[in-house]
T-cell receptor
Framework: DTEVTQTPKHLVMGMTNKKSLKCEQH?????MYWYKQKAKKPPELMFV???????INESVPSRFSPECPNSSLLNLHLHALQPEDSALYLC???????????????FGDGTRLSIL | GDSVTQMEGPVTLSEEAFLTINCTYT??????LFWYVQYPGEGLQLLLK?????DKGSNKGFEATYRKETTSFHLEKGSVQVSDSAVYFC???????????FGSGTRLQVQP
């Protein structure tokens, strides 16, 4: 069982819809991440939050808007997505918010997103 | 920059065969090394890790040894099962950087 919980597991939306992906962890981790994974590819980093503050944005289009309401929750707000945004969106967390140390990232099962 | 190179897949084995998945890396700092596994329809699970040279990570019968001299972290298992069929990702993290660097992944198919 994963300790990082993502909802929903599947999401189908039109290009004009607004939806949100949610991620929750209760391991006391202070760094949280969003990744995008296309089929047969490794995950690609999108955003990093450290102590609830955005610390890395990997040049992600503004139609993706992250939010970290508290240390346990991470949201990804979606608006006006394109068909090429269809992918598996993975949330992860880790102990070391400053990047120091050797702590691994723990992943959720992801949200499989399909854009019509 | 940092990079991870994994052997091309898919790797197809019969049950109880010996498994090796090669992984080599380049890093500008001193990395920690990880193997993650992704079962169909699921997220990534941490399989094992090693944080310094000559460390051996192990879990569920899988092992990998951090070889600094050859910059390698090959994954091995003595006897695979059908349930081991999945995609395996080698990854590294350099202290001071927040991001993981992933290899391209190797799909393992185990046949009964």
């Amino acid at each position: 069982d994963t300790e990082v919980t993502q909802t929903p597991k599947h999401l189908v939306m039109g290009m004009t819809n607004k939806k949100s992906l949610k991620c929750e962890q209760h391991m006391g981790h202070r760094a949280m991440y969003w990744y995008k994974q296309k089929a047969k590819k490794p995950p690609e980093l999108m955003f990093v939050y450290s102590y609830e503050k955005l610390s890395i944005n990997e040049s992600v289009p503004s139609r993706f808007s992250p939010e970290c309401p508290n240390s346990s929750l991470l949201n990804l707000h979606l608006h006006a997505l394109q068909p090429e945004d269809s992918a598996l969106y993975l949330c992860a967390s880790s102990q070391a918010p400053g990047g120091e140390g050797n702590q691994p990232q723990h992943f959720g099962d992801g949200t499989r997103l399909s854009i019509l | 920059g940092d990079s991870v190179t994994q052997m091309e897949g898919p790797v197809t084995l019969s049950e109880e065969a010996f498994l090796t998945i090669n992984c080599t890396y380049t890093a500008t700092g001193y990395p920690s090394l990880f193997w993650y596994v992704q079962y169909p329809g699921e997220g990534l699970q941490l399989l094992l890790k090693a944080t310094k040279a000559d460390d051996k990570g192990s879990n569920k019968g899988f092992e990998a040894t951090y070889r600094k001299e050859t910059t390698s972290f090959h994954l091995e298992k003595g006897s695979v099962q059908v349930s081991d069929s999945a995609v395996y990702f080698c990854a590294l993290k350099v202290a001071g950087r927040r991001a993981l660097t992933f290899g391209s992944g190797t799909r393992l198919q185990v046949q009964p």
